[in-house]
């Protein structure tokens, strides 16, 4: 079982940046294949960002890419999620998702059923 916590959402104005994280506790950070996921008001969850156990290999949403980037820190068991030039339609609340991942530190998945556990959400919210 692991157990993961999103921090650092907030409001922001349009053009603005935040990053934010996502601690793990419980089993090896390291064995997890990552991702973030956000869900706007009266919309689908989406897939945002994704990153590989080792970190080596990362993935993006078109409506996010040269804007976020997904990193992450295995020695201090978090993920993170530098967001710049944020717009209003980036206004949702972002779920951080791990994937228990056996075998191949550059897996990556796009799709949220492949993923085993999920935090609570933080809400982000930009302001135009």
């Known amino acids: 079982q692991v157990q993961l916590v999103e921090s650092g959402g907030g409001l922001v104005q349009a053009g603005g940046s935040l990053r934010l994280s996502c601690t793990s506790s419980?089993?090896?950070?390291?064995?997890?294949?990552m991702a973030w996921f956000r869900q706007a008001r009266g919309k689908e969850r989406e897939f945002v960002a994704a990153?590989?156990?080792?970190?080596?290999?990362?993935a993006y949403a078109d409506s996010v890419k040269g804007r976020f980037t997904v990193s992450r820190d295995n020695a201090k068991n978090t993920l993170y999620l530098q967001m710049n030039s944020l717009k209003p339609e980036d206004t949702a609340v972002y779920y951080c998702?791990?994937?228990?991942?056996?075998?191949?530190?550059?897996?990556?998945?796009?799709?949220?059923?492949?993923?085993?556990?999920w935090g609570q959400g933080t809400q982000v919210t930009v302001s135009s």
């Open positions: 998702a791990a994937r228990l991942t056996i075998g191949s530190y550059l897996y990556t998945t796009t799709e949220s059923r492949e993923y085993n556990y």
């Open positions: 419980g089993r090896t950070f390291s064995i997890y294949a």
């Open positions: 990153i590989s156990r080792s970190g080596g290999s990362t």
